[in-house]
């Protein structure tokens, strides 16, 4: 196995690990809550790390077929499953401080604080651009194969 199959192989067992235990932290919540429900962002965690750990099986499937070198298929790996990572991160935060419903309202809130709008929407942008670019150059990869 390639050192890049080993990275998106570990990130899914990880972000799967993430989905379960924030699993538990959501069932602690729903078990506390006069309505049953968990906060927004710690159900949003939970999801998003068991859909991400199951992107990441698809990504390590498409480098195992990819014919790109090592170094462009980490690169690529990395800014997706990095910004894979920021996000769940994100919507644990949240889910912790129990701030937002909404983490692209404004005024944006994170805790007592409040993010520069230009701050959230670079993030936004740049969460974009290397999740779709980073899935563009694995898709060239795999095409190339065939």
């Not at 390639?2 to 729903?30: H, N, R």
Request: hydrophobic share 55%; proline share 3%.
């Amino acid at each position: 196995m390639q050192l890049p199959e080993k990275f998106a192989l570990c990130s899914a067992m990880i972000f799967f690990l993430v989905g379960l235990i924030s699993g538990v932290w959501k069932y602690a919540k729903i078990r506390g809550s006069t309505d049953a429900s968990a906060p927004v962002y710690v159900d949003i965690c939970h999801r998003a790390s068991l859909l991400y750990a199951f992107a990441c099986l698809l990504l390590e499937r498409m480098v195992e077929v990819g014919t790109l070198p090592v170094v462009v298929e980490l690169a690529a790996l990395a800014a997706l499953i990095g910004f894979f990572a920021f996000a769940v991160f994100g919507y644990a935060l949240h889910g912790w401080l129990a701030d937002t419903d909404n983490q692209l309202r404004r005024p944006h809130v994170l805790g007592r604080r409040t993010l520069a709008p230009g701050f959230v929407h670079a993030s936004m942008i740049a969460l974009v651009g290397a999740e779709l670019g980073g899935f563009v150059v694995l898709c060239v990869g795999v095409w190339q194969a065939w």
